[in-house]
Nanobody
């Protein structure tokens, strides 16, 4: 049974925006903090942002001021709004239920002119 389903990646020019979505099962959404990770080719996985069930968020320094995160309890979905995108944001982005073994399938974000 798929617990986390991601959507919203794509190709965008530098300075553009994308919104990623992570739809979770109700149980996971209500009990787990959620994180967005990314992995670029040849680089280690990086935690981009984590949001608690109460809505507190912690961002990596590399995305502070450009990315925001939100939770929609009605839809059991976490959104990652990415603005002012840079080529170095190019990576596969994964959502993860913190403390569990559940990961999304990954979605490619490519920032290029």
């Amino acid at each position: 049974q798929v617990q986390l389903v991601e959507s919203g990646g794509g190709l965008v020019q530098p300075g553009g925006s994308l919104r990623l979505s992570c739809a979770a099962s109700p149980r996971i959404f209500s009990t787990n903090a959620m994180g967005w990770y990314r992995q670029a080719p040849g680089k280690q996985s990086e935690l981009v942002v984590m949001i608690t069930t109460s809505g507190r968020a912690n961002f990596a320094d590399s995305v502070k001021g450009r990315f925001t995160i939100s939770r929609d309890s009605a839809k059991n979905t976490v959104y990652l709004q990415m603005n002012s995108l840079k080529p170095e944001d190019t990576a596969v982005y994964y959502c993860h239920a913190i403390g569990s073994t559940h990961w999304g399938q990954g979605t490619q974000v490519t920032v290029s002119s």
